[in-house]
């Protein structure tokens, strides 16, 4: 509970190590009634439930959701909202129409890269890379139309910008792909340095300072041009995410490689730049907020990503992954900030 980017960014909070589903609705429910109730009305700036967490205290604000999850349960009509029932479809028994049996070029580096197995056997999630969230019409019709081919899978959209095709059969994975690459939605790489988050940005926001959406897409081009980079092992766990402000609306906070727009006046003109953040994650429970580094202009920022890279791979130690580099800089072997400077 309580967690939130932003310009003030909060980890949330463990209410309890396990909510049985047929509670879910009721803690839901409790939490947002202590929220309504305790919540700042004078301050909208204050009217976060991060806040409320900081000024009760966490085990305050536990002991209040437990209390109102009692009453809940005390006043429900029938005891207790019943949990939904998840369907998980039969496996099919025939492969589609217009199945393909050989892999098409790039299949094996876009299944290794996109696709996972789920816990169901049998079953695989593969993730459809879209290039700055951009989807064209051509493109949702050819979705429709492979979902159609394709009974039983689903499709989802994920906070990454990107979707997610569920329930796929192993043996429908090369058609997939095939449809996909018709599609020019075969990208490989997803959720690595190549998948590229960024806002709107000042194209649409009238917060943003910098066109964060056009950065985005231009890093994601230049790191097509260098699979070197944007599809190598070492770097699979690094992720660039970028927003126009400090609001973190492309949840720069949490990203190996974070940025958000700023302004500087050089001279009598005032010139875009973003703050670089670095070392952010957010994985198992664990977060981390990426730590303010310096400012770069921003036409300088694809330079100064691949020389930031570039350092890396020439001076990691065996096995050592970005994150640990970085931390390696910060003790004090080496200064990140002066393998950036020109």
């Not at 005032?270 to 400012?295: K, M, S, T």
């Amino acid at each position: 509970m309580g967690g939130g980017l932003g310009p003030a960014p909060r980890a949330a909070q463990l209410l309890e190590p396990f909510t049985p589903a047929e509670d879910l609705i009721l803690t839901a429910t409790a939490i947002v009634r202590v929220f309504d109730r305790l919540g700042n009305r004078q301050n909208r700036m204050r009217a976060r439930m991060k806040f409320l967490i900081e000024e009760l205290g966490i085990e305050a604000f536990r002991r209040l959701v437990f209390e109102e999850r009692r009453a809940l349960w005390a006043s429900w009509p029938d005891g207790s909202p019943s949990a939904p029932e998840v369907q998980e479809p039969a496996a099919p028994a025939v492969i589609p129409p217009r199945a393909i049996h050989s892999a098409p070029p790039g299949f094996d580096i876009w299944r290794r890269t996109n696709v996972v197995a789920q816990k169901q056997a049998g079953f695989y999630a593969a993730y459809v890379t879209v290039p700055g969230g951009d989807l064209m019409a051509a493109q949702f019709r050819a979705l429709a139309t492979l979902l159609w081919e394709l009974p039983g899978v689903e499709l989802r959209t994920v906070i990454t910008q990107n979707l997610v095709l569920r329930w796929v059969p192993e043996a429908w994975l090369p058609a997939l792909y095939a449809r996909l690459v018709e599609a020019d939605l075969g990208w490989p790489g997803v959720h690595g340095i190549g998948d590229v988050v960024g806002c709107p940005g000042a194209d649409t926001c009238n917060l943003a300072v910098t066109y964060s959406h056009r950065l985005a897409l231009e890093l994601t081009r230049r790191l097509a041009e260098r699979p070197d980079v944007a599809l190598a092992d070492e770097l699979r766990d690094v992720t660039i995410k970028i927003s126009g402000y400090p609001n973190s609306c492309g949840q720069h906070h949490i990203a190996t490689i974070g940025l958000y727009g700023a302004a500087r006046k050089v001279g009598e003109r005032q010139v875009p730049f973003y703050q670089l953040l670095l070392g952010g994650r957010a994985h198992d429970g664990e977060v981390i907020f990426a730590r303010p580094i310096l400012r770069i202009p921003a036409r300088q920022v694809p330079e100064a990503i691949f020389r930031l890279v570039d350092a890396y791979r020439s001076e990691r130690r065996d096995g050592e992954s970005f994150v640990d580099w970085l931390e390696r800089k910060e003790a004090g072997d080496g200064d990140t900030d002066e393998t950036l400077q020109w």
